[in-house]
């Protein structure tokens, strides 16, 4: 398990000439061999990846042919691998899933919560509607796993239970690719009330460099990851939404990086090969801000930017900087995201945002 030995310095908050505060962070770059390229903090740091699992848990079902047995688009599959933003668009996408899967809205067991796309919850808001499951950043993983589960002939009631056997496949397949055994993988309860998983940063980066060059593994599983990567790279705007990070860099990147925040300060990204040049290998990147971030609610820091942090994406453009994966013109493109000065409502500058990762 974790301990403040484990953690760097990540960022740093200043005013004036003082430090005001320091977030924390540990990181590990892998390859697709399991090599570890790059680490900041303790690389074996064993922390919960939350809703970076989720291309994981979406794994198994599209090895199993769920993609060709419901016929779904490569949208619907990047939203059951989403943490969306609860948009109209969002809702239409994963009501034409359940349409195609043959369940309904009130399967779901992930609750309810307020949607965090301002302009849709305005709007909401104004037509008197209350969020429902679907609306739900999980919905699209939960109606995957209800997909997975029927595709099966298999009980949808309790679905979400560690012990079911579409559950205990993910925990098989994700310990899989982290080239761990199911033992050594640490369970918990996400917030949407499905396993989720902790492993070290080392491991979970080795798992998503598989994913983006699954070259070495078994045909169907290599197919299924290939799915994965494509649908969630080419449809960007279904895996978060509009102004958030994950889409905003994978819009930019051209198909190049694979990425996945999650709760607690949790990212996860991947290079694919040739990202970096042509022959270049494929990587997982891996981190995690000790301090859990700001987390909560989505909130706009420019116009047409929110984020529901302000290390996470500072972070990963520090990171991916570093590695060469982003072009000048890319990372103008991403600076509303980017280390930058602080000012306060009076549109004073009074400090900055700056990275201090030493790796």
Same mark, same amino acid.
């Given at each position: 398990?974790?301990?403040?030995?484990?953690?760097?310095?990540?960022?740093?908050?200043?005013?004036?000439?003082?430090?005001?505060?320091?977030?924390?962070?540990?990181?590990? +770059?892998?390859?697709?061999?399991?090599?570890?390229?790059?680490?900041?903090?303790?690389?074996?740091?064993?922390?919960?990846?939350?809703?970076? @699992?989720?291309?994981?848990?979406?794994?198994?079902?599209?090895?199993?042919?769920?993609?060709?047995?419901?016929?779904?688009?490569?949208?619907?599959?990047?939203?059951?691998?989403?943490? =969306?933003?609860?948009?109209? /668009?969002?809702?239409?996408?994963?009501?034409?899933?359940?349409?195609?899967?043959?369940? /309904?809205?009130?399967?779901?067991?992930?609750?309810? =919560?307020?949607?965090?796309?301002?302009?849709?919850? !305005?709007?909401?808001?104004?037509?008197?509607?209350?969020?429902?499951?679907?609306?739900?950043?999980?919905?699209?993983?939960?109606?995957?796993?209800?997909? =997975?589960?029927?595709?099966?002939?298999?009980?949808?009631?309790?679905?979400?239970?560690?012990?079911?056997?579409?559950?205990?496949?993910?925990?098989?397949?994700?310990?899989?690719?982290?080239?761990?055994?199911?033992?050594?993988?640490?369970?918990?309860?996400?917030?949407?009330?499905?396993?989720?998983?902790? +492993?070290?940063?080392?491991?979970?980066?080795?798992?998503?460099?598989?994913?983006?060059?699954?070259?070495?593994?078994?045909?169907?599983?290599?197919?299924?990851? !290939?799915?994965?990567?494509?649908?969630?790279?080419?449809?960007?705007?279904?895996?978060?939404?509009?102004?958030?990070?994950?889409?905003?860099?994978?819009?930019?990147?051209?198909?190049?990086?694979?990425?996945?925040?999650?709760?607690?300060?949790?990212?996860?990204?991947?290079?694919?090969?040739? @990202?970096?040049?042509?022959?270049?290998?494929?990587?997982?990147?891996?981190?995690?801000?000790?301090?859990?971030?700001?987390?909560?609610?989505?909130?706009?820091?420019?116009?047409?930017?929110?984020?529901?942090?302000?290390? !996470?994406?500072?972070?990963?453009?520090?990171?991916?900087? =570093?590695?060469?994966?982003?072009?000048?013109?890319?990372?103008?493109?991403? @600076?509303?995201?980017?280390?930058?000065?602080?000012?306060?409502?009076?549109?004073?500058?009074?400090?900055?945002?700056?990275?201090?990762?030493?790796?």
């Amino acid at each position: 398990m974790s301990s403040a030995n484990d953690f760097a310095p990540f960022l740093e908050v200043t005013r004036g000439r003082i430090v005001e505060s320091i977030h924390f962070g540990a990181m590990a +770059v892998v390859d697709s061999s399991g090599k570890l390229l790059a680490s900041c903090g303790n690389a074996e740091t064993v922390t919960f990846l939350r809703s970076s @699992a989720k291309p994981f848990q979406a794994l198994p079902f599209v090895e199993r042919g769920g993609v060709e047995t419901f016929g779904l688009a490569e949208k619907e599959l990047a939203l059951i691998c989403s943490s =969306h933003s609860g948009t109209d /668009e969002h809702l239409e996408v994963v009501r034409g899933i359940q349409a195609k899967v043959g369940i /309904e809205e009130n399967f779901l067991r992930c609750g309810t =919560h307020p949607v965090s796309d301002e302009p849709t919850a !305005r709007d909401m808001l104004l037509r008197d509607e209350e969020p429902t499951s679907n609306r739900h950043n999980c919905s699209g993983k939960h109606t995957g796993m209800l997909a =997975h589960a029927k595709m099966r002939g298999l009980p949808l009631e309790n679905y979400i239970d560690l012990a079911h056997p579409v559950q205990q496949t993910i925990l098989q397949t994700f310990s899989e690719m982290c080239s761990l055994e199911p033992s050594q993988v640490e369970v918990g309860v996400d917030g949407c009330s499905v396993p989720t998983f902790a +492993v070290p940063l080392k491991s979970a980066a080795w798992a998503m460099a598989k994913l983006c060059d699954p070259g070495k593994l078994p045909e169907a599983r290599a197919t299924a990851c !290939r799915k994965i990567t494509h649908a969630m790279t080419t449809n960007a705007r279904m895996v978060a939404g509009p102004g958030r990070f994950d889409t905003a860099l994978m819009e930019t990147a051209d198909g190049k990086i694979l990425c996945k925040g999650g709760a607690e300060g949790y990212q996860i990204m991947g290079l694919l090969p040739g @990202a970096l040049g042509a022959g270049s290998p494929a990587m997982g990147i891996a981190f995690k801000v000790s301090d859990g971030d700001l987390g909560g609610h989505v909130r706009p820091i420019f116009p047409g930017i929110s984020t529901d942090s302000r290390v !996470r994406p500072i972070i990963a453009l520090m990171i991916l900087r =570093h590695l060469g994966a982003l072009s000048a013109e890319q990372l103008h493109l991403l @600076a509303g995201f980017d280390a930058r000065p602080i000012r306060n409502w009076q549109q004073i500058e009074i400090g900055e945002y700056r990275p201090v990762v030493t790796f």
